[in-house]
Each structure stands twice: as structure tokens, then as C-alpha cells.
């Protein structure tokens, strides 16, 4: 167990559709980030929040939305699914808003679209 | 915008044979980090490497910084099965995140 607490773990929707991943930073740490792996490709970063704000935004689509609360768990909405979204998606988490210190991800959401 | 470059993709080698993996950056990096993420798996972080020409070794794995900070390498001596997996590199973006190699995925042969 990474202290980075994704859910759900697997997820099955149908195209057009909208969902929300949750991410829970271990304990301690004010910094989320956001990645998305497909088939074959490297972790493309999507969006980066510190502390509630964001920080930095990658490769995000229009339809991809994020944000962090005041307990610092974050959320990352899809909406107008398309078959291409299906993915892995991770969260990361670091305790400072830093590219210097190693990330901690969580276990994953499998994202699958039909 | 800025690219790491890691190669190669994929590699099979037969247990107790060496394994070396590359990252190339297209900008000058602050520090390269690395990754192993095994089937199934999430990415779990290895080691950060810092200063120009530094070489960090854990067990059986060297991690090299090049001297101009745009290149890196991992080297793991005698792969063993629980070496599997895909090794990714990733360097500090512009604005402060991560940026990650593709990953090379290595096998190894019993």
C-alpha cells in the first residue's frame, strides 16, 4: 500500500457518459498529480494541484476537469466519454509543489469505455 | 515542448544477463528521476539523480546522469525474473511536473 488511495479501481462506461475518479495523497502530502497511461504509451500528465490550486495542465482535454478539496483528496471528472479514453489513470502525490522529490502514485483507475 | 526520449521500447533477455536502458532529453533537465512499474502494477520510484555526472548504485541497479544533464541511464548487472517490468525515466517539466519517458519494458528468460 503506496498511502495513495485511488477509487474506483475498475470502471466500465458506456461512450457519452460522465464519470469522476477519486485520489487520496498520503497522508502529509498537499501536491496531486494527475497522469493518464494507455495501451503501449508512456504517463502522459494531465493536471497538477497544490494545496487546492492548480498548479500546472498538461495534455488535457476540454473535457477532462479536475479539482482538489479542502481535505486534499482530488477529483478528475471525464465527461462526453469517446472509446479512445479508455486508459489507466494514476494519481501521484508529493509533499511539496516540486518536480524534486519522487512521486508516490496510487494503484490505478482501469477506465473502459464501450 | 519538452521531450524525454527513452529506448529501447522493449528488450528480452535471458536471466543473468545485463540490461541497460537510455533516456535522452531534449532540454537540459534539473534532476532525472526513474520508475519501475511492474505488470499490473503502479509506477514505484527507484532514485533521483541531481548533479551533472553522478552515478548511483542500488544492489545490482547503476543509474548515470550525463555530464550535460541531458542523458541518463539505468544498468542492472545479472537480471533476475523479478526484474520484469517497465523501467521509466521522467525529468522536471517547465512548469514544475514530471515529464516521463515511454518506458522500456524488459522480459527476462528463465
Known amino acids: 500500500d503506496s498511502g495513495v488511495t485511488q477509487t474506483p479501481k475498475h470502471l466500465i462506461t458506456a461512450t457519452g457518459q460522465r464519470v469522476t475518479l477519486r485520489c487520496s495523497p498520503r497522508s502529509g502530502d498537499l501536491s496531486v498529480y494527475w497522469y493518464q497511461q494507455s495501451l503501449d504509451q508512456g504517463l502522459q500528465f494531465l493536471i497538477q494541484y497544490y494545496n487546492g490550486e492548480e498548479r500546472a495542465k498538461g495534455n488535457i482535454l476540454e473535457r477532462f476537469s479536475a479539482q482538489q478539496f479542502p481535505d486534499l483528496h482530488s477529483e478528475l471528472n471525464l465527461s462526453s466519454l469517446e472509446l479512445g479514453d479508455s486508459a489507466l489513470y494514476f494519481c501521484?502525490?508529493?509533499?511539496?509543489?516540486?518536480?524534486?522529490?519522487?512521486?508516490?502514485f496510487g494503484s490505478g483507475t482501469r477506465l473502459t469505455v464501450v | 515542448g519538452q521531450q524525454v526520449m527513452q529506448i529501447p521500447q522493449y528488450q528480452h533477455v535471458q536471466e543473468g544477463e545485463d540490461f541497460t536502458t537510455y533516456c535522452n532529453s531534449s532540454t537540459t533537465l534539473s534532476n532525472i528521476q526513474w520508475y519501475k512499474q511492474r505488470p499490473g502494477g503502479h509506477p514505484v520510484f527507484l532514485i533521483q539523480l541531481v548533479k551533472s555526472g553522478e552515478v548511483k548504485k542500488q544492489k545490482r541497479l547503476t543509474f548515470q546522469f550525463g555530464e550535460a544533464k541531458k542523458n541518463s541511464s539505468l544498468h542492472i548487472t545479472a537480471t533476475q525474473t523479478t526484474d520484469v517490468g517497465t523501467y521509466f525515466c521522467a525529468g522536471g517539466g517547465s512548469q514544475g511536473n514530471l515529464i516521463f519517458g515511454k518506458g522500456t519494458k524488459l522480459s527476462v528468460k528463465p
Open positions: 501521484a502525490s508529493t509533499k511539496v509543489d516540486s518536480s524534486n522529490y519522487g512521486y508516490t
